[in-house]
């Protein structure tokens, strides 16, 4: 046996992905999938190729039947109606939230990039599930915020240079590029194929992607002083995979900013920074690893690092089944260490 | 512990394949890595995503070594040289042979499309590895010949129809389409993406492409009298999964042909039976699994089966590490029940 | 100055790459854009990339006003639409409709493919317009049913070989494969990059696309006899280009089958038979061409004769040009002789 | 009738894309193509898309060849190579080199990233081809430098503003994503589908790539005194396409910014500066045009400006053919002004 396992909003690519990680999980076994548009079919009516692997009946969100059936449920949900879902369940089974509901601390600041927060008293006990910062924290927890996509490749590679003071805060620069299923599987332009197959483009240029305010919270609690950056979202016509090209004024030479991201991540299995040379996403496709390569341009005075992810494994549902990993005693990388998927 | 595995050639897409595949695999450990051009390199060296997952050195062929160091030997080699370097560890190692050069039985016909066969006495011992057909006899093998990915992709939907005698053995057509790893990983202006991206084609029209006597040899003997197939295949501009559809003659309908391939295959888990529907090449992705659709045109009286594979794992590695666990009593479909990776 | 030319329907990519082709046009010059989800707005707010090239403001459809201002009307407005819309117009100007809803002769084929038929009395007139075929009825014409992308590609290697009877009425079978653009720029998940990129499939298989009947009516015509095929429609991961496989029973050499398409398009520029080889679709890729390669397998006495064509180009846009082209007198190649965009 | 062109080194994909455009000049007429690899062979059996538009014969590099039957030479010769031999044509024709051999003014500069300079003395004539920048210069010359891809997305946004004095000259950053063809026809693994398909990730990272010099340098005498820049180049899995993400430090709000690059550009038929929004590659595919779209980010007081070119029109062949037309006295947008090719 193992633990029980619901995933609210089941349908999605969050949600697939879950599926996808958890079917080789030993210890942990899916009970409850809920879908407010499919429910009472089998989920591999909607995902066919699930037939086979996984075609249990779609339910709808019922919290007596949640809290009978499950111990932990990954909440998959729009922001929103996560949060509302989500406090009516959280007294009675742990929860990792996938959602933005509960990665920024302030309801102010929920509020100002979203909507009104409708459960603010959470907000006083949520963990933010970033595994390799707060791993400690994470493991009695009873609520975590799955970080965003992009913010999970921005923050592992700077954390640990504004922890050590080895970089300034002013002056950082975040280029990221990603595949497309991190817009999901709702149906825009933005995802026909005719018109981002074989184009390149950038979106929310400027200060206004909802990732901005998560990436600057923990930014500035790592910095301990209050950090900005410069963020901008490209989009790749492809699936799977997200790069960031990360901008930093640092006095310091490659090898001492090498060496505090290597003593940082030294026990962490899904970081891994190269000696030499730079990742493509290709390395990291359905795994959950983030690399990070990284130079000096000593004309310059800048670093820059690139780091990448899978946006849907590391970058969102990987993280939460290592997060469920850390709260249940599992071993942290348990099914979690399959290699990319290459060519 | 486990069985000791020896790869050759193995910096090539079907070697890698073989060892995302393994590394999964509790019963199977990589003792033995061997590359002719990269020898003396960690192979991480040479695929770089394989840091941190297999950083073993690349060696030489030494039969010597391989006798001492592995109890089965996967050859990925090109045909022609396979042979020659399997002919010299036979007699101490099982193996299975990943190129064409055992899966001619007949010397001559090998000649006829490929060039003097160096190692014809093994001919009379080796099982040809379409792992759900000759499940008996491979259980005994010494040496299995891994079956081409076209052939798989096309007998295994009309095996059983032909022994079944319920198509006609005359008028097959088999219209194929892959993706470009089925090329390897050599340069070629056809593996160019300004060349290949954003396009499509035909390759190898009439009869000239290699897996056509495979095709029919394995055939005919499920008829039991010769058959002559049409086989035309194309190139997809994606890097994995294979596509074929098949034209057959048939007085039988649709439910007839469904029940013969569902009884064939009730104890195969690999091999998938569409109820309706037909599958797309993404419903494999990274799987062994074969799903097959298929619908009976009743104004034309031909039957329609479309089956779907990923190349490279059930119509190559995976099949091989499925014929391994055959050939050493694991169960079937261990370290091979992955989900496809979607999307 | 030159003809005054209206597009109905205008933001789609059939009007899209209607615009796109006249601008190059000396002799035609737009005058009017409808569509009725946009009225009102430039065209270039809805297709930003025109901006500078077209900013024509969209309108509402209104007869008189087409009448006012245009010589010749394409509708790119779909099915049923497409014929009351005409009907309303026809008395006034010459009409090329890029819709099915003229293409098959028999209002009562109509029904039984699509729905009813509310213009049956425009049938008596219309003309197919395949170009190479129907050239001098096209000349003469007010009405030209445009044909669809996938009977553009199987009738142009087809009808010359049936003409001259070089071939077998019975056993046809086609096998087409088309880029994702030939379904429109609709929302759909077919259409979603992370659902149809890096995957291949067929659909509906059997009897079902309804581009059947208008390929079977135009085969039988040029036959003499009824002629019934095998088509099976797949989907490639690419915006535009369709290459149909095409499977035929002749005792007749390949030298005999060639000399007949030659001579047929001795005098169409836009047809290209190889005199060996195969084409892909980036050959043809936004040009107008119709290229064919073919070969015999004397094994199974099977002719297999594959084309590739652009389906909004020759499979739509630029085949309606080239027929405006022929209704007006002006030469048939004027403004589709650009070479594929390569790479 | 109309001007005599050659074209060295023609079968590589700036050379065809000079065909492409050509082939609708009215003015030009190609009477010359050289390739040392393929000479004696028409282009057509190299580029077999090109039947039937252009079966010229390959030929050898002549001088005497060349000056007897050209007026004008593009070069599309690897750099080192291109040198030598423009220095022996140019005395009797004129001009356009589209290698890098005469963009640096400077020989030690070009031999501290290149090589030796075997024809300095050509250095003080030669004009840098940015078309939009030097009209005036290149109107009169007789040996143009064509501009590299990155420098010319680059400079057009750049340029004006600094001559403006209104944005800072330090701290400059260029974050520019390629599609593959601007690595050119040769086979690498970079360009194999399999490696570089559904996959991103950066190149020459730091201060390596032989693009910055020319940047710099055309940076520095726009702004009258040295500027330094960050430049990062990366792998888009597309042909065709060019997109730079450029960071400024600037006073100025976007409005005065955007007034600077109008009036610079007023007179550009192919500069085309966005009134809001940022542009897709998808929007410039095959065409010459820079759409440009910028914003402030008051937060930051950063500027940022988005350009995206097609590589290989304007990045190359395009401007080329508008420096032709400068040249030679034709409006400089003949045979350039088609539409992109969408989808």
Known sequence: MGISIGILGATGYTGSELIRLLHLHPDAEITYLSSRQYNGKPISDVLEYLQGYCDRILEEFEPSVIAARCELVFSCLPHGTSMEFISQI?????????????????????RAWYQDHTAPALLAEVVYGLSEVYRAEIRGAR??????????????PLIPLLQAGIIETAGIIIDSKTGVSGAGRGLTLKAHICETGESFSAYKVGRFHRHIPEIEQELSKAAGSPVTVEFTPHLIPISRGMLSTIYVQTEADVSALRDVLNSFYSDSPFVKVLCDGFPATK????????????CKNDETGRGILISAIDNLTKGASGQAVQNMNIMCGFPEARALDSMPLFP
């Open 90 to 110: 959280i007294d009675r089974v742990k929860v990792i939230d996938l959602s933005a509901d509960f990665r920024l601390g302030d309801a102010a600041l929920y």
């Open 143 to 156: 609520l975590v915020a799955n970080p965003g996509c992009y913010p999970t490749s921005a923050l592992l």
């Open 283 to 294: 390395d990291v496709r359905g795994t959950n690893r983030c690399i990070i390569g990284l």
